[in-house]
């Protein structure tokens, strides 16, 4: 019997794997009762099909579809191409915002971020309660994909590329559908799903995210849990002295306190995934690369906007964007939701010196200190340490410090003791 990850599928995912076809088929299709005042819509895993493929036949569908170039406006751009396997799920290069559009030349508003060690994460939620010792404590807004936390599945978050103008650029769900009965996976889809899958756009368009939702908790390739801090955990490896010192730091709460965020143990029997989901402001530098900065009136304000609209009313979550897990953080080209720093040196600087030299932390890059975030919102920028300290104060960091932080760090990349490929 094919094994499925239950412990991170979604509850709803899980049962659409897990219960007999029959099942499902017939609480797709069966009507309402007469005496019920309403019905209910079905939801996306209640969309009836022909057959009913298995977590496995779903997973090397769901891998197809990620590479699918056919699928996009420009026929030039698959999820892989900003996502890309060798990459950690995220871009091979440094730019700060990837390229898309119907001519792959329309530059995106946000960094690419690593769609790996996502299968934990909660559904957003305003008031977040986490049941780890203090179950009354309200942890604030939390979870949902994206930097902004607007997807709550991951079949929110694979459609948002498809229709996305600065991405694969189609332009409804319709324009998917007739590339999708057109490109090489046509076959497949009806193979996994039933011969007439593709008649019909809603089935055919739902039967894509699934498989992609699937495929994005394929714990091989997306959370394989293979670091060398793996190992350790396991008592299979051994942290260098610097490393040592560097996960020292990263968990004291007077020096680093990156585990207040990020967390590092193991946690009800699961090992960490390096984040705590929430939603955070700490206000990076703005970055002068993307093009919309190019315009002094924009402002990306994460979870209030402008990408996320459902929000933009409250004001207290202006600034804040997902804390993303530092899994394989060492691999990537940039950093922070708008890829300000090219260098991890520099991204953990940044927490060193915000408060204390900001001079330093914003001059480099000719940009006024909180530049991205409009000083109404300023409370709303977190202060615990290694934040919090006046200018001129010593930094939590030394540089020292900074460097032994970055081996720790580099210790959650995944593939410890795999042999390097030869070119």
Same mark, same amino acid.
């Given at each position: 019997?094919?094994?499925?990850?239950?412990? *991170?599928?979604?509850?709803?995912? =899980?049962? @659409? =794997?897990?219960?007999?076809?029959?099942?499902?088929?017939?609480?797709?299709?069966?009507?309402?009762?007469? !005496?019920?005042?309403?019905?209910?819509?079905?939801?996306?895993?209640?969309?009836?099909?022909?057959?009913?493929?298995?977590?496995?036949?779903? +997973?090397?569908?769901?891998?197809?579809?990620?590479?699918?170039?056919?699928?996009?406006?420009?026929?030039?751009?698959?999820?892989?191409?900003?996502?890309?396997?060798?990459?950690?799920?995220?871009?091979?290069?440094?730019?700060?915002?990837?390229?898309?559009?119907?001519?792959?030349?329309?530059?995106?508003?946000?960094?690419?971020? !690593?769609?790996?060690?996502?299968?934990?994460?909660?559904?957003?939620?305003?008031?977040?309660? &986490?049941?780890?010792?203090?179950?009354?404590?309200?942890?604030?807004?939390?979870?949902g994909l994206? @930097?902004?936390?607007?997807?709550?599945?991951?079949?929110?978050?694979?459609?948002?590329?498809? =229709?996305?103008?600065?991405?694969? #650029?189609?332009? &409804?769900?319709?324009?998917? +559908?007739?590339?999708?009965?057109?490109?090489?996976?046509?076959?497949?889809?009806?193979?996994?799903?039933?011969?007439? +899958?593709?008649?019909?756009?809603?089935? #055919? @368009?739902?039967?894509?995210?699934?498989?992609?939702e699937v495929?994005?908790?394929?714990?091989?390739?997306?959370?394989?849990?293979?670091?060398?801090?793996?190992?350790?955990?396991?008592?299979?490896?051994?942290?260098?002295?610097?490393?040592?010192?560097?996960?020292?730091?990263?968990?004291?709460?007077?020096?680093?306190?990156?585990?207040?965020?990020?967390? !590092?143990?193991?946690?009800?029997?699961?090992?960490?995934?390096?984040?705590? *989901?929430?939603?955070?402001?700490?206000?990076?530098?703005?970055?002068?690369?993307?093009? #919309?900065?190019?315009?002094?009136?924009?402002?990306?304000?994460?979870?209030?906007?402008?990408?996320?609209?459902?929000?933009?009313?409250?004001?207290?979550?202006?600034?804040?964007?997902?804390?993303p897990s530092?899994?394989?953080?060492?691999?990537?080209?940039?950093?922070?939701?708008?890829?300000?720093?090219?260098?991890?040196?520099?991204?953990?600087?940044?927490?060193?010196?915000?408060?204390?030299?900001?001079?330093?932390?914003?001059?480099?890059?000719?940009?006024?200190?909180?530049?991205?975030?409009?000083?109404?919102?300023?409370?709303?920028?977190?202060?615990?340490?290694?934040?919090?300290?006046?200018?001129?104060?010593?930094?939590?960091?030394?540089?020292?410090?900074?460097?032994?932080? +970055?081996?720790?760090?580099?210790?959650?990349?995944?593939?410890?003791?795999?042999?390097?490929?030869?070119?």
């Amino acid at each position: 019997m094919q094994t499925v990850p239950r412990r *991170f599928l979604s509850p709803f995912l =899980l049962a @659409w =794997l897990l219960l007999p076809a029959a099942v499902i088929s017939i609480a797709a299709a069966a009507p309402p009762a007469a !005496s019920a005042p309403t019905a209910r819509p079905p939801s996306f895993y209640e969309t009836p099909y022909e057959r009913r493929p298995d977590f496995r036949t779903l +997973v090397a569908l769901g891998r197809s579809l990620f590479s699918d170039k056919a699928l996009s406006a420009s026929g030039q751009v698959s999820c892989a191409s900003c996502h890309d396997p060798a990459h950690a799920y995220a871009p091979s290069n440094r730019l700060p915002v990837q390229l898309g559009g119907p001519a792959r030349n329309l530059p995106g508003l946000r960094a690419v971020p !690593s769609l790996t060690y996502h299968q934990g994460i909660p559904n957003f939620q305003e008031h977040f309660f &986490d049941n780890d010792g203090n179950d009354s404590e309200d942890q604030g807004p939390t979870g949902g994909l994206d @930097w902004d936390g607007r997807a709550d599945s991951g079949h929110e978050q694979a459609a948002g590329p498809l =229709l996305s103008a600065f991405e694969m #650029a189609n332009p &409804d769900i319709e324009a998917v +559908v007739a590339k999708l009965r057109t490109s090489p996976n046509a076959a497949a889809m009806r193979a996994a799903f039933g011969p007439r +899958v593709l008649d019909d756009s809603k089935h #055919a @368009w739902n039967g894509l995210l699934l498989a992609l939702e699937v495929f994005q908790q394929s714990p091989a390739d997306f959370y394989p849990f293979t670091s060398k801090y793996d190992a350790f955990l396991r008592g299979q490896a051994t942290l260098s002295k610097q490393e040592a010192r560097g996960l020292a730091v990263f968990n004291d709460k007077t020096r680093g306190n990156c585990a207040a965020c990020h967390i !590092s143990q193991i946690k009800r029997g699961a090992f960490p995934q390096f984040t705590d *989901f929430g939603l955070i402001a700490i206000g990076v530098p703005r970055n002068p690369v993307i093009p #919309a900065n190019a315009k002094p009136e924009y402002r990306d304000l994460g979870a209030c906007g402008p990408l996320r609209t459902d929000l933009k009313s409250h004001d207290d979550y202006c600034g804040r964007f997902r804390t993303p897990s530092l899994r394989n953080v060492a691999t990537r080209g940039v950093f922070f939701h708008n890829g300000v720093y090219t260098k991890l040196e520099d991204a953990v600087r940044f927490y060193a010196l915000r408060d204390t030299d900001p001079a330093r932390a914003y001059g480099a890059l000719r940009s006024g200190r909180f530049a991205d975030l409009p000083e109404k919102y300023r409370d709303n920028l977190n202060q615990e340490a290694p934040f919090g300290a006046r200018p001129g104060n010593r930094p939590a960091l030394t540089e020292a410090e900074v460097a032994d932080v +970055v081996a720790f760090l580099k210790t959650l990349t995944d593939g410890y003791g795999t042999p390097a490929k030869n070119d």
